[in-house]
C-alpha cells in the first residue's frame, strides 16, 4: 500500500510540474508575442505610392444589433478609395432591411441578399463567396458584422500589403466581452492564441502555421483566387483560420499584426454562443485525428482544471503532515498561481478587462474542459454543431485549422 501511495505521488508530482512548466512557457511566450509582435501602425508611410480600390465584403446573418455599427465604422474610414458590398446571408431580423438602407443613402455600399446555400456550403463562406463575385477592387477585405474599425484602420492596412508588398495581412482585433461567461473564459482561451497563432509564429516563413481573424484581414484579389476563394474551403466552420493556412502553405507573402487598437470584435455574446463557439472548434479536430482529439481534450483538461479540481484532496492531505503531500501540495500552488498570473496578464494586456477576473479560472477552466468533452461526445451526430441559428453536421474532410 505504501508502495503503491509512494508511486502515485511521483506520477502526480510529475504531473503537476509539468503542467508548471507549460504555464511558464506559455506566460513567457505571450510576453514575446507583446513585446515584439507588429502592430498595424509599425510601418514606413512615406513608402506608400499607390491607392489600389479595396472591396470591402461584410457577410451578416441575424446581426440587427451590430450591423449598423459596424457599417457606420466602415463608412466613416479615411481611405479614399473602397466599396462595401453587405451580404445579407438568409437572416430573420432586421438585417437586410438595415442593410439596404445604408445602400440606399450611399452609393460605396452594396446591398445582397444571399441565396440559399447550396449542399455542401456553410453559410458564412457561401455569403462571402456571393460578395466577392461582386467586388471590383485589387484588394479584398472581410469583415464581420459585429466588428467596429476606426478611420484609419482600412488605410494602415492598405499601407503595410503596398509598402511591403505583401499579398494578405491580417490583424489582431480587440476582442470584446460582453457577459461574465466571456469575461473569464476568454482570457484563458486568449492565451493559447497568442502562442498557438502569435504574430511571431504565423510571420516566420520557416512555420507552417497560417491564420486569419474573421474579423480583420486583407488580401489581393489574385491571391484570393490563387488559394480558391471560399469556395476552397467551402465546408470549413472555421473559415477564416483555414484561409490563412491555404495562404501560408501556398508561400504566399502573409504578414499578422496587432490591430487592438484599431479593430474591436466581439467573441460570443453569451453563455450558449460561447458553448457553441468551444465545440465548432474540437469537432473538426476529431475528424481529422481521433486518437489526437482525445489527447487533446485531456490535455485540456488537466492543464486547465486538474490543479483546481484535486485542490481539497491535497490540501486535506498535506496537514497529515506526510511531506510528500506537502511537496505536492506546493507544485500545485505554484501550477495554479501561474494559470492565475498569465490570465491576469492576459486580461490586462490584451482582453482589457480587469486582471480580477483571474479569480474566476477554476469556473473557465471547467467550461472549457467540458465543452471539448461534449463536443468529442456529440461529433457523430447530426447537427452537432449549431452556429448562427443553423444546425452543422461535420464530415470528415472538414480539417481543423493549420
Not at 465548432?280 to 483546481?308: E, N, S, T
Not at 486582471?355 to 463536443?375: E, H, Q, W
Not at 457523430?380 to 454543431?385: D, L, P, Q
Request: net charge positive; aromatic share 12%; hydrophobic share 45%.
Amino acid at each position: 500500500m505504501e508502495l503503491t501511495l509512494t508511486v502515485a505521488n511521483i506520477v502526480l508530482a510529475v504531473v503537476l510540474a509539468g503542467i508548471a512548466g507549460i504555464w511558464i512557457y506559455l506566460l513567457a511566450y505571450m510576453g514575446k508575442s507583446f513585446r515584439h509582435a507588429p502592430t498595424l501602425e509599425s510601418f514606413d508611410r512615406t513608402s506608400v505610392n499607390r491607392i489600389p480600390k479595396v472591396s470591402v465584403i461584410l457577410p451578416a446573418r441575424n446581426e440587427g444589433h451590430y450591423v449598423a455599427r459596424c457599417l457606420d465604422s466602415l463608412l466613416a474610414q479615411d481611405y479614399p478609395n473602397f466599396e462595401i458590398i453587405a451580404i445579407n446571408d438568409s437572416s430573420t431580423d432586421r438585417t437586410s432591411e438595415i442593410m439596404k438602407a445604408y445602400a440606399a443613402n450611399d452609393l460605396r455600399v452594396m446591398h445582397i441578399d444571399a441565396s440559399p446555400k447550396p449542399e455542401g456550403w456553410t453559410g458564412k463562406n457561401w455569403a462571402c463567396y456571393q460578395g466577392y463575385l461582386r467586388a471590383r477592387g485589387e484588394f479584398l477585405m472581410f469583415t464581420d458584422a459585429d466588428s467596429k474599425h476606426l478611420p484609419s484602420a482600412m488605410a494602415l492596412a492598405v499601407g503595410q500589403v503596398v509598402s511591403q508588398n505583401l499579398e494578405a495581412l491580417t490583424a489582431v482585433p480587440r476582442l470584446i466581452c460582453n457577459d461574465f461567461w466571456t469575461k473569464m473564459t476568454l482570457p484563458v482561451l486568449a492565451t493559447f492564441l497568442h502562442t498557438r497563432f502569435s504574430p511571431i509564429r504565423v510571420n516566420d516563413p520557416n512555420t507552417k502555421t497560417g491564420y486569419f481573424f474573421g474579423s480583420f484581414f486583407i488580401i489581393t484579389r489574385s491571391t484570393y483566387e490563387a488559394i480558391g476563394t471560399h469556395e476552397g474551403v467551402k465546408e470549413e466552420l472555421v473559415e477564416d483560420g483555414a484561409l490563412g493556412g491555404k495562404v501560408k502553405a501556398g508561400k504566399f507573402r502573409l504578414k499578422m499584426v496587432r490591430g487592438e487598437r484599431q479593430i474591436d470584435a466581439v467573441w460570443a455574446r453569451d453563455l450558449p454562443t460561447l458553448w457553441q463557439g468551444l465545440r465548432r472548434f474540437m469537432i473538426p479536430v476529431y475528424y481529422q485525428d481521433k486518437v489526437g482529439a482525445y489527447m487533446m481534450v485531456m490535455a485540456v483538461f488537466f492543464i486547465l482544471f486538474a490543479p483546481f479540481a484535486s485542490l481539497p484532496y491535497l490540501l486535506v492531505a498535506s496537514f497529515a503532515g506526510n511531506i510528500s503531500f506537502q511537496i505536492l501540495f506546493g507544485l500545485q500552488i505554484s501550477a495554479i498561481a501561474l494559470i492565475m498570473v498569465t490570465t491576469a496578464v492576459q486580461c490586462r494586456l490584451a482582453i482589457f478587462e480587469s486582471p480580477l477576473y483571474a479569480f474566476a479560472a477554476p469556473l473557465s477552466g471547467a467550461l472549457i474542459s467540458f465543452s471539448f468533452m461534449s463536443a468529442i461526445v456529440d461529433a457523430k451526430k447530426k447537427g452537432a454543431v449549431s452556429w448562427r441559428d443553423r444546425k452543422y453536421t461535420i464530415t470528415k474532410n472538414q480539417n481543423p485549422v493549420s
